[in-house]
């Protein structure tokens, strides 16, 4: 049984949030907070599996809230519920430790393999949601990020892994999808994280589309 904890301070999106999870006979809601500081306060006394956040709540953001409760649990495994789309919000929310990223305008589908994947171990964000963030980054919204203006030379196989990362895929899972080793596709990405100055996935993600070097 996957446990899940809501953190969100909108009745009515916990609600359909609730509604939508009821679906999944594996999957119980264990606990629901309006605010971060609820849930911090309950932390280690009702443990969940998955915790879905919102970004925006009064008192104390969720970002800032991730990163406290993470700090008390580093265990814990999260997953950001946004009205957000660009990137610097998608890349705050994983420096913060969030395993996710969603839009509110999600479907039960992507809800659900968010959770499935997240519960795994792995990193989950939604295909809608990556090509919202390249259309930011097409209107020029994101300035953090440095582009080369299509002067990078990357193999097809560099260009494969790191359309693997974008998917959320492990590296267990690209080394499959590849038929290359674990060590290997550690090895490639190391290298294409130094060479973007990349600290984590999303970052190394955020890279990729705003260099148009991954087609979405």
């Not at 895929?169 to 294409?192: G, R």
């Amino acid at each position: 049984m996957i446990k899940i904890v809501i953190v969100e301070d909108h009745e009515m999106v916990r609600e359909g949030l609730k509604v939508l999870i009821n679906q999944w006979s594996d999957m119980n809601i264990v606990a629901e907070y309006s605010t971060g500081a609820e849930w911090l306060d309950n932390i280690g006394m009702i443990e969940g599996d998955v915790v879905l956040i919102d970004i925006n709540m009064p008192n104390m953001d969720g970002l800032t809230a991730i990163s406290q409760a993470l700090t008390i649990d580093t265990a814990i495994k999260v997953i950001v519920l946004s009205m957000h789309n660009d990137s610097n919000y998608f890349r705050e929310a994983f420096v913060a430790g969030a395993k996710g990223y969603l839009l509110k305008q999600l479907s039960a589908q992507d809800l659900e393999k968010a959770i499935r994947e997240v519960y795994k171990g792995n990193t989950y964000f939604s295909d809608e949601f990556l090509l919202k963030v390249a259309k930011s980054i097409k209107r020029g919204q994101d300035k953090s990020v440095e582009t080369t203006k299509g002067n990078i030379s990357l193999s097809d196989q560099e260009r494969q892994l790191l359309r693997n990362v974008c998917k959320g895929y492990t590296n267990k899972q690209i080394a499959e999808s590849m038929f290359l080793s674990v060590k290997t596709i550690e090895s490639q990405k190391s290298k294409l994280m130094k060479r973007s100055n990349s600290k984590n996935n999303a970052s190394l993600i955020v890279w990729a589309i705003k260099n148009q070097i991954v087609d979405l």
